[in-house]
């Protein structure tokens, strides 16, 4: 069954999707980053503890935002990442 | 104005070791990104072994090169630890008492994770800083001990043991503290935490993003504090709390791209000049929690070729969370000070468990944790690793509980 869209449903051109794609690429580069999708966790496509703190790192640079770390939490998904994102745009 | 620091120190690093590499293969742990874990190895303690005997093993070689005029001048002991093994009673009185210091002394223990070391350091330097009268020591020990070992989690193969005890003074030879060069940055965040005696409990990511954040923030700081620093040409050298080596490396590429828009080349060489030095240690050892930062100075200090007074700048955080970022200056003998108590002799001399001596072990080392009323440590099922590790080496072991109360005895 698919998925209904909501505002917190990323697109397949979703920007940000893109961003994510492009800074995991950069940290691991084993990652396609078309491999990056919304269903999937940053663990799952094999980025560990400190690849996925760059990783969050060069996304927020990249979109001029900063996080509070009480934000983030293990095992959060790609969509579950672009939701919070999608909150400091 | 009298210069305060750092006059001695020795890092007791545990008896045994277990290495990364197995445990991330036994437990089934993703090994793709394993290298820039900067994971070699962990100390374990046996199961006699707890944080006091840590703390003690780590001391007495500084407490027995004292005479006794100097040992005398010990007014205070404090003990930074997140191991504590009583809500009440602190760890720094058993430490006290079999190390046989002057009853005239100050003893407790402070707590704040892996920020209970700096913690310590800092309150003894206050503690020296405040009286009048000329020549007075503290004892600061950061010890620690991994609660229940987390199977199948990639906390375990950080979970280390050990403890680094330091001697502050005035005139100090190792390192002398820039008096009010320190930043700070502390929130309240459930990043780890051991709510219970026997659980580390936490969320990895979080805690990463807190030190990250922190780092930043501490040393922003610092740089508002100390008028005209920079932190590319200020430190000759750094030294970060390191719970592992990539983590480490990690925020240190953090700071300097956020700082100075670096290139990941100029990152690697400030990298391998200023802190990869101060990794060496730690990637033997694991994560000693409120030592880790006081392993890596050693590690700094045994591994770099000091020429002359250099200025190191110390990154200290702990989950919950504290951080702070401060400065010193070491002294013109440090590394000859430090070299001499053969800290890398001492690591390299433990002995490597195979994995079901480690299993033992750690199934074992649940009766040392706080709560039991009454335990006697008998070493019999363990007995060819104690006798391998401990046995007549004159360090101190747990030799029982009774009604709460630990009685330890020297190997």
């Not at chain 1, 994510?20 to 078309?34: K, L, N, R, W």
């Not at chain 2, 936490?202 to 700081?221: N, P, V």
Request: include cysteine; hydrophobic fraction near 40%.
């Amino acid at each position: 069954m698919s998925q209904p869209a909501t505002s917190s449903t990323p697109a397949a051109s979703d920007p940000l999707l893109e961003v994510i794609g492009e800074a995991v690429h950069a940290v691991v580069p084993e990652v396609d980053p078309t491999d990056v999708t919304a269903d999937r966790t940053l663990a799952e496509l094999g980025c560990n503890s400190v690849d996925r703190a760059e990783i969050m790192v060069a996304v927020m640079g990249e979109l001029g935002i900063t996080i509070h770390p009480s934000e983030f939490s293990r095992d959060l998904s790609i969509r579950s990442l672009i939701a919070l994102l999608r909150k400091y745009e | 104005m009298v210069a305060i620091g750092i006059d001695a120190i020795n890092v007791y690093p545990g008896r045994a070791s277990m290495s990364a590499r197995t445990l991330f293969e036994v437990r089934g742990l993703d090994t793709r990104r394993f290298d820039n874990l900067m994971m070699d190895s962990k100390s374990v303690n046996l199961p006699c072994e707890d944080p006091v005997t840590n703390a003690v093993n780590a001391a007495k070689p500084l407490i027995d090169a004292l005479g006794d005029d100097e040992r005398d001048r010990i007014e205070a002991v404090i003990v930074g630890t997140e191991s504590g093994v009583d809500f009440g009673k602190p760890l720094s009185t058993y430490v006290h008492d079999y190390l046989g210091l002057s009853r005239r002394c100050r003893s407790f223990e402070v707590k704040h994770a892996c920020y209970g070391g700096t913690a310590a350091v800092q309150t003894a330097a206050g503690l020296i800083a405040n009286t009048p009268i000329a020549g007075m020591k503290a004892l600061v020990i950061a010890t620690d001990a991994a609660a229940k070992i987390d199977k199948n989690t990639y906390w375990e193969p950080s979970q280390g043991a050990g403890a680094v005890a330091m001697i502050l003074g005035e005139d100090p030879r190792i390192l002398t503290l820039d008096k009010g060069a320190s930043g700070y940055h502390s929130y309240e965040v459930m990043d780890t935490a051991r709510p219970r005696a026997d659980l580390e409990a936490g969320d990895s990511d979080l805690s990463l993003m807190s030190y990250l954040h922190c780092l930043k923030e501490s040393y922003a700081m610092y740089a508002e504090r100390v008028r005209g620093s920079d932190f590319l040409t200020t430190f000759d050298h750094l030294a970060f709390h390191m719970p592992f080596g990539g983590m480490v490396k990690g925020a240190h590429r953090t700071l300097l791209r956020s700082l100075y828009g670096m290139r990941p080349d100029e990152v690697e060489t400030d990298f391998q000049r200023r802190l990869a030095h101060s990794l060496r240690y730690g990637a033997q050892i694991g994560n000693v929690y409120s030592a880790a930062l006081y392993v890596a100075l050693c590690s700094l200090i045994d591994h770099t070729p000091l020429n002359g007074p250099s200025r190191l700048g110390l990154f200290s955080y702990g989950s919950g969370c504290a951080s702070e970022f401060y400065s010193g200056v070491t002294g013109a003998e440090a590394s000859r000070i430090v070299g001499a108590m053969g800290i890398a002799a001492a690591i390299e001399s433990r002995h490597p468990l195979s994995t079901e001596e480690y299993e033992l072990i750690s199934e074992l080392s649940l009766h040392r944790m706080p709560g039991h009323r009454h335990v006697r440590f008998d070493p019999h099922p363990y007995d060819d690793v104690y006798r391998k590790c401990l046995d007549g080496r004159g360090l101190l072991v747990l030799d029982h509980v009774t009604d709460f109360h630990r009685v330890y005895r020297w190997s």
